[in-house]
Every structure is written in C-alpha cells, then in structure tokens.
C-alpha cells in the first residue's frame, strides 16, 4: 500500500456524459473460491493486499475524488497530498465453504455484510464517495474466500470491470509463482476519455426520436440533480431506491430453452436463425415483466388509452466493437442507451409464439440501429449537454414500470483465476433497483446464461407464477 501511496500524482481527468449516465450505480460482485485442496497456504491475505495494491499503481484513477460543477461537468480529481485511498479490508467469518455450496451460494447463505458499498453510488461514513471497493472475507476453518468487488460507473462499464479483476488475479499470479519480473509486461490501459473522439467513424445514423428527447429535453428535476453535487445526488437517489424494496432474483436460461424459442418461432421471423439470444431474451424478458406489472396491480392498457398506452424499455448496448475499440484496453465506459416505448396491448398478451414474434419484430428495428453511425450521432448530441445524463434518471426513476435492459451479456466472470482455478459462483448482490435485467455468464459457460431480474415485490411474486416464464427460465435463488 506504501507504493502505492509513494506513486499517486495530482492530475484532473475529465470524466464525459457516457460515464455519467450509469453513474447513479455501483458494479458490485462477489467472486467465490473455495479451498479445494486444504492448503494452509490458500490465498493469503498479505499476497492478495500486495497484488491489489500492484494493480492499484497501475490505475490510479481509483485514488481520485468525483467532482463536478454545477452543470454535470464531472472529473476524477487526484491529490498526491490527500488520496481518496480505495477501501480494501478483510475479515474472517463463521460460515464454511461447503455450507454456501450445499445452498446453491444462494444470498441468504452468504456471511454478513459482505457487501462494503450496497448498489448505490453514494459517500460512505468517512464522507467519500470510493472509487473502488473491496471486501475479503475467509470462510469458516480457512475452506474458501470471497471477495466482494465493487467499482461505481461514473468509472467504468462492466467490460472494464471484469478486466480490471482480471488483472488483479493477473498481478496475484506471477507476483506468487516468482515472476515479478515479468510485471512490466503487462499491458496497459487508458482511461483517458478523449480516445472516444479519436475512434468516432465518418458515418452518422440518425439518433431515435424518443432517445433525442430524453436527453435532450429540458426537465426542471433533471437540472436540479445535475447540479447538486455527486455525494448529495447519490444520497437523494439511494432513499428513492431504498424506498422501492426492489426484490430480485437469479434465474438461468439453457441453451436448449433458447434454441427450443427460436425454433418455435423460426416460421414466424424472417431469418430466426440469425436472431441472437439478447435478442430473444429483451423480447421474453420485458413481456415477463409487464405482464406481471399489469397483474400485480390491476392496471393495465385502459379501454379509453389501449391503443396509446406504452411502457418504456431502456436498451443499454455495449458498442466498444462498434467504434473499432475492443484492442484499445479501454477503463471507462462505452455504454449506448436506447429509449423505447413499447405498446402496452402487445405487452399484456398470454405469452405465445405469436406473441413473441411479434415482440421480436417491435424490438428489431433499435436492435439492429446500433452500428457506428449511430453511436458517433448519440456522442455527439450529448457531449455538448453535460447536464444531460441526470434526464433518463429523472424519467426512469420517476415511474413504477420503467424497465431497463442491459443487451449484452457481460463477459465471463469466471476468468477471474487466482491460481486455484476458476471461482466456484460468481454472483451480484441482492438489494439493486427495481425494473432491471442484466445477463450473466453462466457457471457452466457452454449452456445458455443466467438472468438477474429485479421487481417490485408485488410483481416479482406474479413473474414468479407467470408458467411461461417457469418454464423457460429456471429459479436458481
């Protein structure tokens, strides 16, 4: 840690509105690895504290404080003087490995206060908002670790996330096998930001008139969230999500419940064959969700507005490929929000083959919009407005049936090897807003994916009991 202090610089790094956008969230995960062989040695807390603070040096991004003007210019400010040091601690716990293993690492098996940070962006008790937390806990008789690791978005993305982990493992690595040497050669990543202008291609694609005026019309709530500073934002935001008591769930789609989809609808979809499995995930997904919201609270497309009534769906693209930047070990975030708006009669429909075509045709059009063209026109708009990305926060947080999706599935978290293999479970925790999907790697990487879900009770309980959901996407806890 004293090296890591000794390398910090004073510096200014001007964060852009992509990172403020997500910035109202943390990327918080716990990777499980249980000691599989007894060894006395499995893990050691000074080898991992050494190896994260090796990483550190290499970022020192995460020894900065968010500081914005009142206008949502947003930078990570460093003071060599005065680091906001990232919050690493450790701590042993009376729960054994093979008591998480035997409940399936369901969250109500897990030890107390794993998590250091919640899924808020918000100041912890010092007053400082971290940039990076991490949580080592031993497990009962030394059987496994977890670590907790939490990174806010107004940093990076999930990609940069599962890269940074990556890296540390990395670091752990030769640091204990005796080549330290060997650390030097490691690549390096950016965080600075103007690299995004540099990859924008000649090419523009009008941006949809429904993101357009998210973005870009004015609202007096959005203005005012803007241009509080980050840590009272972070605290207004984090009562309103509290507030929800958002429940969520982890369910895992096999590649045959996929395939089987996409067969049953091969003769209604042109080209069935080509349709991805985010694809077919939005479209199942998002009905899931409205059905059970309709249910849940006996509202639904009023006879009067049934023909008018929509519900917003936000589709988040990671568009890294699209900008010829997947070589570019980027740290930041690459994220496109497309804002859609879904007929509610479509929604509420039983769940058929029909029916699911017909959410594929609906979806298809932002689905297959996203290519450089458009990703450089959204920069565009919003680069000059950067007071701009409090607008969809506004909107969304605003409404009890706004959902959001993220489209890709994040990358294969079970890459994070120590030294012992990959981990055992790989899982977010619990508590997050209500009305989102995100799609994880499954454990087994070669059968289909898992599908954190988050609702309102009242509504997770109607997704719970909706039959085709059951039986295409299987409870895991």
């Known amino acids: 840690m004293e090296a890591f202090k000794k390398s910090i610089k004073s510096q200014t790094i ?62 990570v400010v460093i003071d060599a003087n005065n680091p906001n040091m990232p919050d690493y601690s450790e701590s042993t716990c009376s729960v054994h490995f093979d008591t998480l293993k035997e409940n399936g690492f369901s969250w109500r098996s897990w030890p107390d206060n794993v998590a250091t940070a919640g899924p808020m962006t918000k100041a912890d008790a010092s007053g400082e908002i971290k940039l990076i937390n991490v949580h080592v806990i031993r497990m009962q008789d030394n059987s496994g670790v977890a670590i907790y690791f939490s990174i806010p978005h107004y940093i990076l993305d999930g990609v940069a996330h599962m890269e940074l982990m990556k890296y540390w493992c990395q670091v752990y690595r030769l640091q204990t096998s005796g080549q330290s040497e060997r650390l030097a050669g490691l690549p390096e990543f950016t965080v600075d930001r103007s690299i995004i202008q ?58 045959a419940s996929l395939e089987s989809l996409r067969t049953t609808i091969g003769a209604l979809v042109l080209e069935a064959a080509t349709i991805s499995d985010s694809e077919l995930m939005l479209s199942v997904a998002v009905k899931t969700l409205a059905q059970s919201q309709a249910l849940a609270t006996g509202v639904g497309a009023s006879p009067a507005k049934k023909d008018t009534a929509t519900l917003p769906v936000a589709i988040i693209f990671e568009v890294r490929e699209q900008l010829n930047m997947t070589l570019k070990n980027y740290a930041g975030n690459i994220l496109l929000p497309i804002i859609t708006s879904t007929p509610l009669k479509m929604l509420e429909t039983p769940t058929t083959p029909e029916s699911l075509a017909t959410m594929i045709s609906n979806f298809s059009e932002p689905v ?26 506004a909107r969304f947080a605003g409404s009890k049936t706004a959902l959001s999706f993220v489209y890709d599935v994040m990358p294969d978290m079970y890459e994070a090897n120590f030294g012992n293999g990959r981990p055992s479970w790989v899982s977010p925790i619990e508590p997050f807003r209500a009305n989102a999907v995100l799609l994880l790697t499954s454990q087994d990487t070669t059968d289909g994916m898992d599908v954190f879900m988050t609702a309102y009770p009242s509504v997770m309980k109607e997704i719970l009991k909706n039959e085709f959901w059951s039986d295409f996407a299987k409870l895991i806890y």
């Open 14 to 75: 001007p964060l852009c509105v992509l990172d403020t956008q997500g910035s109202f969230s943390n990327i918080p995960f716990v990777f499980f690895y249980e000691n599989a062989s007894g060894s006395s040695e499995f893990m050691p807390s000074d080898a991992l504290s050494d190896s994260f603070y090796e990483t550190m040096q290499r970022f020192p991004i995460f020894a900065g404080r968010i500081k914005s003007t009142g206008r949502g210019n947003t930078s």
């Open 198 to 255: 540099e990859c924008l291609p000649k090419e523009r694609r009008p941006v949809d008139a429904l993101t357009r005026q998210t973005f870009t019309g004015f609202s007096v709530i959005a203005e005012l969230l803007a241009w509080i500073s980050p840590k009272l934002r972070g605290r207004l935001l984090s009562v309103i999500i509290a507030r929800q008591k958002a429940e969520a769930h982890l369910f895992h789609v096999s590649k």
């Open 368 to 393: 297959n919009s996203v290519d450089p063209g458009l990703v450089a026109s959204h920069i565009e708009m919003v680069t000059p407005l950067p007071s701009c990305f409090t607008r969809p926060i």
